[in-house]
């Protein structure tokens, strides 16, 4: 029987699908679900970030959204794509986050009845300051600078360059939505900025390195210690 690093080589040599990672970890070889996280990270992290603008929080929700899609894996349907359903959870997984969020801040409200909101920081962080991609960071700033529901759709179709229906079903919205959202998104950004970007976009919002390493190992510690609890009940 193959170990989890041969299992790793194996699946990467044969370009095993997600739908198919997804069938052997049901049948039992849940270390393949490193697969998965190390194939969507960058993309869970930038729809999440688009929502939370928080990289502190952003990681959190990585963690609770993978948790979530590994306890829910029999439940994917195969109605769309595997990285659309996780995407999903993710976008679910932030929501719950920013309702967590509001009820705190209400419950830290001071006697005048105004919000102690602590605003996110826009300083750039040592990863964005030490960047090479300017235009990158650039549209970055532009993206995280739009209202919520124009932020989201422009990560997917713009940098994450999910189509129409991808969108709408990872957002939950109609495709005639994901269309507005996104012509109106576009036109809040500074005319040019996109054309000046060109392929760049691509490097933005990176997720890789240490980063990417911690969000895996977190997730596989949390889910063995949940089969392993299963076991013993």
Wanted: glycine content about 6%.
């Amino acid at each position: 029987m193959l170990g989890t690093m041969e299992l790793l080589e194996k699946a990467r040599i044969e370009g095993w699908t997600d739908e198919e990672v997804v069938e052997r970890i049901l049948a039992g070889d849940s270390a393949l679900y490193e697969i998965i996280m190390r194939r969507h990270n960058q993309r869970i992290y930038r729809v999440v970030r688009a929502i939370l603008r928080d990289d502190g929080e952003t990681e959190d929700v990585m963690q609770d959204a993978y948790v979530r899609a590994y306890q829910h894996l029999r439940q994917f349907a195969r109605r769309a794509p595997f990285a659309v359903w996780l995407t999903r959870i993710a976008v679910n997984e932030a929501y719950a986050r920013i309702r967590q969020r509001n009820r705190t801040q209400q419950l830290d409200s001071n006697e005048d009845g105004e919000f102690s909101v602590n605003p996110t920081s826009s300083s750039p962080d040592p990863e964005q300051t030490t960047s090479q991609f300017e235009l990158s960071r650039l549209l970055e700033e532009a993206i995280l600078s739009l209202p919520e529901q124009y932020r989201t759709v422009l990560m997917l179709r713009d940098v994450e360059e999910m189509n129409t229906a991808e969108t709408a079903e990872a957002l939950g919205i109609t495709e005639e939505n994901v269309k507005v959202r996104l012509h109106r998104g576009r036109a809040m950004i500074r005319k040019g900025l996109f054309s000046r970007v060109g392929e760049s976009a691509k490097d933005a919002f990176p997720f890789m390195g240490t980063r990417c390493d911690r969000v895996v190992e977190r997730v596989m510690r949390n889910i063995g210690t949940a089969e392993s609890t299963g076991r013993q009940s």
